[in-house]
């Protein structure tokens, strides 16, 4: 992934930030499959691919590893398997990875997640892949570039 192939997204609303590739759209959010979801990229690439970001309440008491360990029981419980978890950081920020796989009727679908904790808060970055060879490099690229922007207040109504 080049410069002139990404663009840097932001979304002051949910106050994070990253690097996709242009060819990469945005999507509406799907709340049945979690009220966390906040927005999905969608690729227009061979096979098929998505990322989906996640903002959910975080215990600062707890840990990322059981953030994926909690994560890792409830896909087990829909069929995924081969997981795989690891310390990870994204910029100097420490971050979990959890790697999983599902098996499709179409082929295999190998997952990726980055568990990224901010204050009270936790970013999930939920990659997904048909071709994972060739997609999870660039899944790591994307991930490093994620950001927390800190939100911007306005200013008062009696300064206006």
Partial sequence: ??????????SPEWSFALDVPKRWNTASPVPTNSPYEL???????????????????????????RSAERRQRILAGVGFGEFVDSPATIGSKPAWTLDL??????????CRYYFIAEGLLLYR???GTSDRVRMFPLFDR????????????KSPWWTN
């Avoid at 992934?1 to 932001?10: Q, V």
């Avoid at 989906?52 to 990322?64: C, F, K, N, Q």
């Avoid at 796989?101 to 190998?110: D, I, P, R």
């Fill in 142 to 153: 994307i991930a490093q570039s994620f950001t927390v922007i800190a939100k911007t207040a």
């Fill in 1 to 10: 992934m080049n410069t002139t192939d990404i663009y840097h997204y932001e």
């Fill in 125 to 127: 970055l939920g990659f």
């Fill in 101 to 110: 796989q599902k098996s499709e009727n179409w082929g295999l679908w190998s």
């Fill in 39 to 65: 927005i999905r990229f969608v690729p227009h690439e061979e096979g098929k691919h998505i990322l989906i970001v996640y903002r959910e309440p975080y215990d600062p008491l707890g840990s990322l590893k």
